[in-house]
């Protein structure tokens, strides 16, 4: 079977007699798939009931008979003008009560039951068309599920509802979010309302979170549902954005056959490249670890992207080289965003494939020829998979609380634990990024970054796992506080500590401008933004903060059962977490690669045989040690493989 290539297309945005051409030109490229639907909503459903399918009948089959399938997205990340003039109730409020706007995305109410009805109605109607229609492979529910939240009466009551459901009485309620405090105590869920103020109490604002991300899933799930009875031979996806904020993705995973990922890697300026793809590769990771299982490409760079501004272009064999790179960090498939720039509306400036003008010019002679190159390693790459001996912990309650109350000013969640996943990466080792839910039997090494909020329950998974051989790596702001986000009445690291083996009596934040100096046996790093004042009790001193910081160790290192735990008390620097990490992959046995800087390694896996993706993101020539057989030019390389600039190679080991 074929690999799943190709770009979003909007054919309502065209002349009639231009989908031939389009169509023709697409599968002169090598693509197979297109994306269709997304913002379409007023061009299916003009008026209220009144569908209006042909065009797009039409549209799918000029496709489909050129061997281009389709992907349907629901439509309703837009609503129609007669939606915002119908009912009001269906569109959102922001925080001081006011309608938002007309003709931006995303401004309807996710609790309101007619914009709710509306969706499952337009949803309904589109599964039903195309339920049989060959052409048709899947659908992506609605567009990038991460928005401003509602303040409507309607999304307030519902928050109510959720309280009352997890609380059960508001004197629980009252006692487990010490509402004491400034006498905020309530008397009834009735009186609580929305967080809209820039100090709410940090436990209601957490829930507020948490309801906000299920609101919008439980959005999804009744489109998800519909498409389920209708369409059982379609898959599900949706698109999601790496580390955007707002929703839970592993919970949304749940509700899909695989997630899909919105990859523009070409957002920052040239000169900054590198350490953008290193984050976007984190969120590839991500992807891979909200359902445990590869993924899709739904929106990939194809050309500048921006709105009122755009940025830079994409550079003669960036598409394909970081096409490969989504490949290797597990993509199935690739789609890029757009197939020819639009002429209207705020994306004037996002750039496809074709221009304005919509004749064929560089990008897409290398999106061919990069969809060749695809489709000659997926004959032997499909049903590969990403084995990995590492993941990192990422908590979407512990980035949304630690957003609230970030400790000091500058500390970033995601910033904070970037110097762990880039030593990791400059050695190619494979990493899943993964929730508390996921087994950690399966892993040789947990890093445990900045585990705000931690139960007793996962900490004495923790235990276990560590206990049994695994290693451990916690950091500085781990068990702080209960699961409703109210500091624990223990000595820090909390439910950690015995297998830590130490306390944290006191801590303090550090300046950005003046960094800690870490010295570790002989050489001197920096600790940022977090320092913990570490007191062992069992633990080894690896290093210590200089005497006139506070002379207090910094990194240690405890024995506890068949493992052991690495602890972390400041923010590292790249440095320091390189040779931290360096010496749990020792300890470990985790194999890794020399590679060159600024180049990347990525192993994928198939029935017993090891395929490893070798990327030079540089403009230099570099050479790689390595001994297999590379797919795309069939030639051995012995020891050693030469990569030109922007070079790829994907070597079969032997």
């Not at 499952?120 to 990038?144: H, K, M, S």
């Not at 839910?437 to 445990?448: F, G, N």
């Not at 500091?487 to 003046?514: C, F, H, N, S």
Request: aromatic residues 12%.
């Amino acid at each position: 079977m074929e690999m799943v290539i190709g770009a979003d297309y909007y054919p309502e945005h065209w002349p009639r007699e231009r989908w031939e051409e389009d169509a023709r030109l697409m599968r002169k490229a090598g693509f197979n798939t297109t994306r269709l639907t997304e913002f379409s909503w007023v061009k299916l459903e003009p008026k209220e009931g009144q569908y209006n399918f042909q065009w797009l009948d039409d549209a799918i089959g000029v496709l489909g008979r050129r061997g281009i399938r389709s992907i349907l997205c629901t439509p309703t990340p837009t609503m129609p003008k007669w939606v915002y003039d119908q009912y009001p109730e269906a569109v959102a409020r922001d925080r001081d009560g006011h309608l938002r706007h007309f003709g931006n995305r995303q401004n309807n109410c996710f609790s309101s039951d007619t914009y709710r009805r509306l969706s499952r109605n337009i949803t309904t109607a589109l599964a039903e068309r195309y339920a049989d229609n060959p052409y048709v492979i899947g659908w992506q529910l609605d567009n990038e599920l991460s928005v401003q939240k509602c303040f409507c009466e309607s999304c307030e009551n519902a928050f109510r509802h959720y309280l009352e459901d997890k609380f059960g009485t508001v004197e629980v309620l009252n006692e487990a979010y010490g509402t004491i405090f400034w006498s905020q105590s309530y008397g009834n869920i009735g009186e609580i309302h929305l967080p809209r103020h820039e100090r709410p109490n940090p436990s209601l604002y957490l829930d507020h979170c948490r309801f906000h991300s299920d609101l919008l899933i439980s959005f999804a799930k009744e489109q998800a549902d519909i498409l389920r009875r209708i369409c059982p031979e379609h898959f599900i996806t949706h698109n999601y954005m790496g580390f955007a904020p707002h929703v839970n993705y592993y919970n949304l995973g749940k509700l899909l056959d695989f997630v899909s990922q919105d990859y523009y890697y070409n957002l920052d300026f040239w000169d900054e490249r590198f350490s953008a793809y290193v984050q976007g590769a984190a969120a590839l990771d991500l992807m891979r670890g909200c359902k445990g299982k590869n993924f899709y490409i739904m929106e990939n760079s194809a050309g500048p992207v921006g709105w009122e501004t755009y940025g830079r272009n994409i550079r003669p064999g960036e598409m394909r080289r970081m096409t490969f790179h989504n490949m290797a960090h597990g993509a199935d498939g690739q789609i890029w965003f757009r197939w020819r720039t639009c002429r209207y509306g705020t994306e004037q400036y996002w750039h496809g494939i074709l221009g304005h003008d919509g004749i064929p010019s560089r990008r897409y002679t290398e999106a061919a020829q990069t969809a060749a190159d695809l489709q000659k390693v997926w004959t032997e790459l499909e049903n590969s998979t990403i084995q990995s001996d590492i993941a990192i912990i990422y908590d979407y309650s512990d980035y949304w609380a630690l957003t609230q109350q970030s400790n000091n000013r500058d500390f970033e969640y995601i910033r904070a634990f970037m110097p762990y996943y880039r030593a990791l990466y400059r050695r190619g080792v494979n990493v899943d990024f993964i929730n508390s839910e996921v087994a950690t039997d399966r892993y040789k090494v947990i890093i445990l970054p900045h585990k705000y909020i931690l139960t007793r329950e996962y900490a004495e998974k923790l235990n276990r796992f560590v206990k049994n051989g695994g290693m451990l790596l916690t950091t500085c702001r781990c068990g702080v506080k209960n699961c409703n986000n109210v500091p624990l009445d223990m000595t820090l690291p909390g439910y950690l500590r015995d297998i830590t083996g130490i306390r944290v009596e006191e801590y303090e934040t550090v300046q950005t401008a003046k960094p800690y100096t870490v010295e570790m046996n002989g050489e001197v790093y920096e600790g940022t933004l977090l320092a913990d004042w570490i007191i062992p009790e069992t633990a080894e001193v690896l290093a210590r903060f200089a005497v006139k910081d506070t002379g207090y160790p910094a990194v240690t290192r405890n024995t506890c059962g068949d493992g052991c735990v690495y602890y972390i008390g400041t923010v590292p620097c790249d440095r320091l977490a390189d040779r931290i990490i360096s010496s749990i992959l020792d300890e470990a046995g985790i194999r890794r690669f020399e590679l060159p800087e600024h180049t990347e390694a990525m192993v994928r896996s198939k029935d017993g045989v090891d395929y490893v993706f070798m990327i030079n993101h540089t403009l230099e020539r570099q050479t790689f040690p390595i001994d297999g057989i590379d797919l795309l030019t069939g030639l051995r390389a012995d020891g050693s493989l030469i990569l030109e600039p922007n070079g790829v190679a994907v070597i079969r080991l032997t």
